[in-house]
């Protein structure tokens, strides 16, 4: 075992200020995904900086055409949030797939994208609906944010504060789940947005990434049968004893069709 220090911030700014005196600190939100590395020995932070409960990083509201949720939102308040549903139902649903109740009620939507796994659920929303990942220094668009596997834009101490999702006409999320840990092995999250269609696909490769063979069918039409023919191909897929690459990539395409049915439907 290894010593750290835990801080409780009080505030974003205090945060902030933490994170730059320590530099060889981590940010903790729902500690899901932390706690276990650290049990693990894969991280030895000299801190622990808590802001799962900053009331900077909370809240769900929806300003105009914007559906805008704090970093700190637990999975299940997602899940179970009235304006979310009414919103964008495709997320609150996609949310309520998230691992079991235990991980639901601590894990977080900020915590998540942070950590970027390539088998986590919300990536593929944010991509989709071209969010707006907006952090203590900056906003980032989905597109420049994920870069890989476990990999960011964020900089150093830089702090999610709240993402901005923009209302899509339609949206469906269908995923096949890891039997053991609810993880996406594929999931699929078609959009209909104002600027067109947006497939994005998590699971299945080494990070999230965009269907554009799917965008262009779709681009036509949201109509049933459009994605029945067309491959995915399997060679930059990922392959585990979980899953081949072939079996990934039709995993892709079955659950892109099952998305497609509920927007048809
Ligand atoms: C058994 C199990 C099953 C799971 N199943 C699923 C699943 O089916 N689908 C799925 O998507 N996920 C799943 N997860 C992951 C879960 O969703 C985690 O909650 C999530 O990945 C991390 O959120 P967290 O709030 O716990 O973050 P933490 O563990 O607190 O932090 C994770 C990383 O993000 C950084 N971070 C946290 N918040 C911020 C912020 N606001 N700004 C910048 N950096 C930040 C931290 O420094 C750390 O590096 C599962 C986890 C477990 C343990």
Redesign the pocket.
């Known amino acids: 075992m290894f010593q750290f220090s835990y801080l409780k911030a009080k505030s974003l700014a205090d945060a902030a200020a933490l994170a730059k005196t320590n530099p060889d600190a ?11 590395t650290l049990k693990q020995g894969l991280a030895q932070p000299s801190h622990l900086i808590d ?1 799962g409960g900053l009331s900077e ?1 909370s809240g769900i509201e929806v300003k105009g055409d914007t559906l805008i949720i704090g ?2 939102t637990r ?1 299940y308040d997602v899940a179970s949030s009235a304006a979310v549903k009414k919103a964008i139902p495709a997320l609150a649903y996609l949310a309520s ?4 109740p235990q ?1 639901r009620n ?3 939507l ?3 994208v ?2 970027n ?1 390539p088998a ?3 990536p593929a929303a944010v991509l989709a609906l071209n969010a707006k990942i907006i952090t203590n220094r900056r906003e980032i668009a989905a597109e420049d944010f994920f870069q890989g596997m476990f990999a960011t834009a ?1 900089e150093e101490g ?3 504060v709240k993402i901005a999702f923009p209302l899509p006409k339609h949206a469906a999320y269908e995923k096949f ?1 890891h039997p053991a ?4 092995m594929a999931g699929v999250f078609i959009a209909e947005t104002t600027s067109g269609v947006r497939v994005a696909v998590t699971g299945a490769g080494p990070g999230v990434f965009r269907w554009s063979d799917a965008e262009a069918a779709l681009a036509k039409g949201l109509k049933a049968g459009v994605l029945d023919k067309l491959k995915v191909a399997a060679d930059d897929l990922n392959e585990d004893f979980h899953a081949t690459r072939e079996y990934r990539a039709n995993l892709v395409q079955v659950m892109g069709k099952r998305a497609l049915q509920k927007l048809v439907a």
Not at 97 to 100: A, K, P, Q, S, T
Not at 181 to 184: I, R
């Open positions: 981590k940010l903790m939100s729902g500690g899901m995904t932390l706690l276990p802001i990083l970093a700190a999975h797939l998230i691992g079991d991980v601590r894990g977080t900020g915590g998540s942070a950590n796994d986590a659920d919300y964020l830089e702090i999610i789940p840990s609810g993880y996406a």
